[in-house]
């Protein structure tokens, strides 16, 4: 299955249709010259795909024709997909096509890359703030900031991220700082489509996407930085989600399977992962993960099948707590 994909994605992409649009949207010369381009740029990238074969990320089960556009856009937006990292391709499920589809992912190494070619010494970087930390932003955009303990990485004590950034613009040496909010950043994360790589880089995935918030508000004047945002926000966020910074835990998300009148109750508060020990919180985070993506490839027959069994658990546990006086006598107690 996997070798018949592809080389079916091997024809695709070396076919004459897909050389002459890389050309077109790469500018390339229309000439043997260009030609050759955009052959070395389909190599390297069905190299990728070979690679991936095997792995969690193996694009060969995604459609061909969404693996061509992948191409066509990266060369449109002249930001290339190759070991620089500024750009990649991204393998999504889609439930309306049935399939898992191929996305082109622009890096925040991508958008710099787009702005350092406006302002050649452009820097910025982000730096996590947390509960504790003294900082202090002064006028002219100078940061001093002292972090409590440097190797803290507690999301309940994250109180946001402080962006610094320099260029030079006509002469004029121009330094800012900025800071973004723990709210956006969850914000952010709630409607990106890359539920898989937020949930497992949290903190850095948090430190790219402040970085990318402050060059789409500052730099966003620039050519092709305006597209490549607009391609972002149409492609990899659901613009319209109904955002929710608040974690569903594991009984939310069976309640909102079944009935609002029968839900789940509990009367203590669940378990955060987070005060759970290493190797405890690294096996219950893995398992919600691995629900999620479970969860995602459900079809309708099989969905309704566990809302009917939500609902056989819900009405056993109803029974079996009325038939309970709930006396702390009647309990197993483990000194």
Same mark, same amino acid.
């Given at each position: 299955?996997?070798?018949?994909?592809?080389?079916?994605?091997?024809?695709?992409?070396?076919?004459?249709?897909?050389?002459?649009?890389?050309?077109?949207?790469?500018?390339?010369?229309?000439?043997?010259?260009?030609?050759? /381009?955009?052959?070395?740029?389909?190599?390297s990238i %069905?190299? !990728?795909?070979?690679?991936? $074969?095997?792995? &969690?990320?193996? @694009?060969?089960e995604c459609?061909?024709?969404s693996?061509?556009?992948?191409l066509?856009?990266s060369?449109?937006?002249?930001?290339?997909?190759?070991?620089?990292?500024?750009?990649y391709?991204?393998?999504?499920w889609?439930k309306e096509?049935?399939?898992?589809?191929?996305?082109?992912?622009?890096?925040?190494?991508?958008?710099?890359a787009?702005?350092?070619?406006?302002?050649?010494?452009?820097?910025?970087?982000?730096?996590?703030?947390?509960t504790?930390?003294?900082l202090?932003?002064?006028?002219g955009?100078?940061?001093?900031?002292?972090?409590?303990?440097?190797?803290?990485?507690?999301?309940?004590?994250?109180?946001?991220?402080?962006v /610094?950034?320099?260029?030079t613009?006509?002469?004029? %040496?121009? !330094?800012?700082a900025?800071? $973004?909010?723990? &709210?956006?950043? @969850?914000?952010?994360?709630?409607?990106?489509?890359?539920q898989?790589?937020?949930?497992?880089?949290?903190?850095?995935?948090m430190?790219?996407?402040a970085?990318?918030?402050i060059?789409?508000?500052?730099?966003?004047a620039?050519?092709?930085?305006q597209?490549?945002?607009?391609?972002?926000?149409?492609?990899?966020?659901?613009?319209?989600?109904?955002?929710n910074?608040k974690?569903?835990?594991?009984?939310?998300?069976?309640?909102?399977?079944?009935d609002d009148e029968?839900?789940?109750?509990?009367?203590?508060?669940?378990?955060?992962?987070?005060?759970?020990?290493?190797?405890?919180?690294d096996?219950?985070?893995?398992?919600l993960?691995?629900?999620?993506?479970w969860?995602?490839?459900?079809?309708?027959? !099989?969905?309704?099948?566990?809302?009917?069994?939500?609902?056989?658990?819900?009405?056993?546990a109803?029974?079996?707590?009325?038939?309970?006086n709930?006396?702390d006598?009647?309990?197993?107690?483990?000194?």
């Amino acid at each position: 299955m996997k070798k018949n994909s592809l080389s079916v994605i091997q024809s695709t992409l070396k076919s004459d249709d897909t050389m002459s649009d890389l050309i077109l949207a790469g500018s390339l010369d229309t000439s043997a010259k260009g030609k050759n /381009e955009a052959k070395k740029y389909v190599a390297s990238i %069905l190299g !990728e795909i070979e690679r991936s $074969v095997g792995t &969690k990320f193996d @694009l060969t089960e995604c459609s061909p024709d969404s693996i061509r556009q992948t191409l066509i856009d990266s060369m449109r937006f002249k930001i290339p997909i190759d070991g620089r990292k500024m750009a990649y391709i991204e393998s999504r499920w889609n439930k309306e096509k049935g399939c898992s589809v191929a996305g082109l992912q622009i890096t925040t190494n991508g958008l710099v890359a787009k702005i350092t070619e406006h302002f050649p010494d452009f820097i910025i970087k982000s730096t996590p703030v947390f509960t504790g930390d003294d900082l202090v932003i002064k006028n002219g955009g100078k940061v001093e900031h002292t972090q409590k303990d440097p190797f803290c990485s507690d999301l309940t004590k994250l109180e946001g991220m402080v962006v /610094e950034s320099s260029y030079t613009n006509n002469g004029r %040496l121009v !330094e800012d700082a900025t800071v $973004v909010t723990k &709210k956006d950043l @969850l914000s952010m994360k709630a409607a990106s489509k890359a539920q898989n790589i937020w949930n497992t880089w949290t903190i850095e995935r948090m430190k790219t996407a402040a970085i990318k918030r402050i060059c789409k508000w500052q730099f966003r004047a620039i050519q092709g930085v305006q597209e490549i945002i607009d391609y972002d926000n149409n492609h990899n966020y659901n613009m319209d989600t109904d955002i929710n910074v608040k974690s569903n835990t594991i009984i939310d998300n069976i309640n909102n399977m079944i009935d609002d009148e029968e839900v789940i109750n509990v009367d203590e508060e669940p378990v955060d992962i987070k005060s759970l020990e290493s190797d405890g919180y690294d096996a219950a985070h893995d398992g919600l993960v691995a629900l999620g993506e479970w969860a995602e490839t459900l079809t309708d027959k !099989e969905k309704g099948s566990i809302k009917h069994k939500g609902k056989e658990w819900n009405k056993i546990a109803k029974e079996a707590d009325l038939a309970d006086n709930g006396d702390d006598e009647d309990m197993f107690v483990v000194a």
